[in-house]
Protein backbone atom coordinates (compact mmCIF):
# COMPACT_ATOMS: atom_id res chain seq x y z
CA UNK A 1 0.00 0.00 0.00
CA UNK A 2 3.08 2.50 1.11
CA UNK A 3 4.78 1.56 -2.35
CA UNK A 4 1.07 2.12 -4.64
CA UNK A 5 1.05 5.39 -1.88
CA UNK A 6 4.13 6.64 -3.23
CA UNK A 7 3.59 5.89 -6.94
CA UNK A 8 0.79 7.65 -7.12
CA UNK A 9 2.32 11.41 -5.40
CA UNK A 10 4.99 10.78 -7.94
CA UNK A 11 2.46 11.21 -10.65
CA UNK A 12 1.31 13.33 -9.24
CA UNK A 13 4.07 15.76 -9.06
CA UNK A 14 5.21 14.86 -12.54
CA UNK A 15 4.18 18.21 -15.05
CA UNK A 16 1.32 17.53 -17.17
CA UNK A 17 1.92 17.14 -21.07
CA UNK A 18 0.96 19.02 -23.59
CA UNK A 19 -1.89 18.74 -25.19
CA UNK A 20 -1.86 17.73 -28.88
CA UNK A 21 -4.09 18.76 -31.10
CA UNK A 22 -3.92 17.26 -34.69
CA UNK A 23 -0.31 16.19 -34.18
CA UNK A 24 0.94 19.34 -33.05
CA UNK A 25 1.59 20.05 -29.42
CA UNK A 26 0.12 22.65 -27.51
CA UNK A 27 2.50 23.72 -24.31
CA UNK A 28 0.19 24.38 -21.20
CA UNK A 29 1.79 27.39 -20.40
CA UNK A 30 3.58 30.44 -22.37
CA UNK A 31 5.95 33.11 -21.07
CA UNK A 32 4.51 36.15 -22.47
CA UNK A 33 6.59 39.08 -21.25
CA UNK A 34 7.56 39.28 -18.01
CA UNK A 35 4.35 36.46 -17.30
CA UNK A 36 3.26 33.52 -17.80
CA UNK A 37 -0.15 32.48 -18.99
CA UNK A 38 -2.11 29.07 -19.20
CA UNK A 39 -3.88 27.26 -22.05
CA UNK A 40 -7.15 28.38 -21.69
CA UNK A 41 -7.87 25.88 -25.04
CA UNK A 42 -7.01 25.02 -28.47
CA UNK A 43 -8.58 23.71 -31.69
CA UNK A 44 -8.25 23.16 -35.41
CA UNK A 45 -9.38 25.67 -37.60
CA UNK A 46 -11.04 24.00 -40.77
CA UNK A 47 -12.81 25.36 -43.86
CA UNK A 48 -14.61 22.71 -46.14
CA UNK A 49 -12.27 19.45 -45.92
CA UNK A 50 -8.81 20.97 -45.22
CA UNK A 51 -7.39 21.58 -41.91
CA UNK A 52 -5.73 24.98 -41.92
CA UNK A 53 -4.36 25.21 -38.64
CA UNK A 54 -4.29 24.38 -34.36
CA UNK A 55 -5.03 27.64 -32.70
CA UNK A 56 -4.58 28.43 -29.06
CA UNK A 57 -5.42 30.47 -26.23
CA UNK A 58 -3.24 31.67 -23.34
CA UNK A 59 -4.58 33.79 -20.84
CA UNK A 60 -3.61 34.72 -17.42
CA UNK A 61 -6.53 32.95 -15.94
CA UNK A 62 -8.55 29.82 -17.60
CA UNK A 63 -12.49 31.47 -18.87
CA UNK A 64 -14.81 29.52 -20.76
CA UNK A 65 -17.49 32.38 -21.68
CA UNK A 66 -16.16 34.30 -24.87
CA UNK A 67 -16.62 37.60 -23.10
CA UNK A 68 -15.08 37.17 -19.97
CA UNK A 69 -12.20 36.54 -22.25
CA UNK A 70 -12.49 39.67 -24.38
CA UNK A 71 -13.20 41.71 -21.19
CA UNK A 72 -9.87 39.99 -19.50
CA UNK A 73 -7.17 42.60 -18.32
CA UNK A 74 -3.20 41.67 -19.40
CA UNK A 75 -1.14 39.35 -21.51
CA UNK A 76 -3.06 37.49 -23.70
CA UNK A 77 -1.14 34.95 -26.73
CA UNK A 78 -3.22 33.02 -29.96
CA UNK A 79 -0.98 30.63 -31.43
CA UNK A 80 -1.27 29.21 -34.80
CA UNK A 81 0.37 26.54 -35.86
CA UNK A 82 0.28 26.09 -39.68
CA UNK A 83 -0.94 22.54 -40.70
CA UNK A 84 -0.47 23.33 -44.63
CA UNK A 85 1.10 26.56 -46.40
CA UNK A 86 -0.81 29.58 -46.63
CA UNK A 87 -0.10 32.82 -48.76
CA UNK A 88 -0.18 35.69 -46.99
CA UNK A 89 -2.82 37.08 -49.10
CA UNK A 90 -4.73 33.98 -47.70
CA UNK A 91 -3.48 34.98 -44.37
CA UNK A 92 -4.46 38.70 -44.73
CA UNK A 93 -8.30 37.91 -46.30
CA UNK A 94 -8.71 35.69 -43.29
CA UNK A 95 -7.97 38.28 -40.69
CA UNK A 96 -9.96 40.95 -42.67
CA UNK A 97 -13.37 38.39 -43.19
CA UNK A 98 -12.86 37.80 -39.37
CA UNK A 99 -12.59 41.41 -37.81
CA UNK A 100 -14.82 42.68 -40.40
CA UNK A 101 -17.89 40.01 -39.39
CA UNK A 102 -17.32 40.62 -35.75
CA UNK A 103 -16.66 44.43 -35.10
CA UNK A 104 -18.70 47.43 -35.66
CA UNK A 105 -18.06 50.03 -38.83
CA UNK A 106 -17.28 52.49 -36.17
CA UNK A 107 -14.86 49.67 -34.51
CA UNK A 108 -13.18 48.97 -38.04
CA UNK A 109 -12.87 52.75 -38.64
CA UNK A 110 -10.52 53.45 -35.50
CA UNK A 111 -8.40 50.39 -35.72
CA UNK A 112 -8.15 50.57 -39.64
CA UNK A 113 -4.87 51.61 -39.60
CA UNK A 114 -3.51 49.43 -37.24
CA UNK A 115 -5.61 46.60 -38.67
CA UNK A 116 -3.69 47.34 -42.09
CA UNK A 117 -0.05 47.53 -40.00
CA UNK A 118 -0.64 44.57 -38.92
CA UNK A 119 -1.58 42.83 -41.63
CA UNK A 120 2.11 44.26 -43.61
CA UNK A 121 3.57 42.17 -41.08
CA UNK A 122 2.04 38.41 -42.91
CA UNK A 123 4.35 36.85 -45.17
CA UNK A 124 3.73 33.48 -47.10
CA UNK A 125 3.30 30.55 -44.51
CA UNK A 126 4.46 27.09 -44.54
CA UNK A 127 3.30 24.10 -42.96
CA UNK A 128 4.51 23.97 -39.87
CA UNK A 129 5.71 27.47 -39.22
CA UNK A 130 3.99 28.92 -36.00
CA UNK A 131 2.66 32.44 -35.66
CA UNK A 132 2.51 33.87 -32.43
CA UNK A 133 0.01 36.97 -31.74
CA UNK A 134 0.46 38.40 -28.40
CA UNK A 135 -1.04 41.29 -26.70
CA UNK A 136 1.08 43.26 -23.65
CA UNK A 137 -0.53 46.36 -22.05
CA UNK A 138 2.24 48.30 -21.94
CA UNK A 139 2.81 47.74 -25.62
CA UNK A 140 0.38 46.50 -27.45
CA UNK A 141 0.17 43.69 -30.14
CA UNK A 142 3.08 41.66 -30.95
CA UNK A 143 3.12 39.43 -34.15
CA UNK A 144 6.34 36.75 -33.88
CA UNK A 145 6.66 34.01 -36.38
CA UNK A 146 8.74 31.26 -36.02
CA UNK A 147 10.05 33.09 -32.50
CA UNK A 148 11.26 35.98 -34.74
CA UNK A 149 9.29 39.43 -33.87
CA UNK A 150 7.58 41.06 -37.31
CA UNK A 151 7.70 44.75 -37.05
CA UNK A 152 7.06 46.67 -33.81
CA UNK A 153 4.46 46.67 -31.29
CA UNK A 154 1.14 47.73 -32.42
CA UNK A 155 -0.42 50.01 -29.56
CA UNK A 156 -3.95 49.34 -28.57
CA UNK A 157 -5.93 46.81 -26.85
CA UNK A 158 -9.36 47.57 -28.86
CA UNK A 159 -7.21 45.64 -31.43
CA UNK A 160 -6.30 42.83 -29.54
CA UNK A 161 -9.82 42.43 -28.62
CA UNK A 162 -11.03 42.41 -32.43
CA UNK A 163 -8.62 40.49 -32.94
CA UNK A 164 -9.62 37.73 -30.40
CA UNK A 165 -13.24 38.46 -32.05
CA UNK A 166 -11.96 36.16 -34.93
CA UNK A 167 -12.04 33.38 -33.31
CA UNK A 168 -14.44 34.27 -30.15
CA UNK A 169 -16.58 36.57 -31.74
CA UNK A 170 -20.40 36.15 -32.72
CA UNK A 171 -19.71 34.90 -35.96
CA UNK A 172 -16.23 33.37 -35.13
CA UNK A 173 -14.50 31.91 -38.23
CA UNK A 174 -14.89 28.25 -37.02
CA UNK A 175 -17.51 27.43 -34.44
CA UNK A 176 -15.92 24.36 -33.04
CA UNK A 177 -12.40 26.40 -32.77
CA UNK A 178 -14.09 29.10 -31.06
CA UNK A 179 -15.40 25.74 -28.57
CA UNK A 180 -11.74 24.66 -28.33
CA UNK A 181 -10.07 28.08 -27.67
CA UNK A 182 -12.63 28.29 -24.91
CA UNK A 183 -11.61 24.97 -23.05
CA UNK A 184 -15.51 23.83 -24.13
CA UNK A 185 -16.14 19.83 -24.74
CA UNK A 186 -16.64 19.14 -28.10
Known amino acids: ?77 VALTLLRDLSAQQLNEAFETGIQANSSAAEIEAIKPRVAELLSLFTDGKKGDVILLDFLPESGTVVSVNAAARGKPIPGEDLYRALLRIWLGDKPVDGDLKKGMLGQAQ
Not at 43 to 68: C, D, N, P, Q, W
Open 1 to 77: MKRWLALMLLLCALPVSALEVAGVNVADKARVGAGELVLNGAGIRTRVVFKLYVGALYLTEKKSVAAEVLAQKGAKR
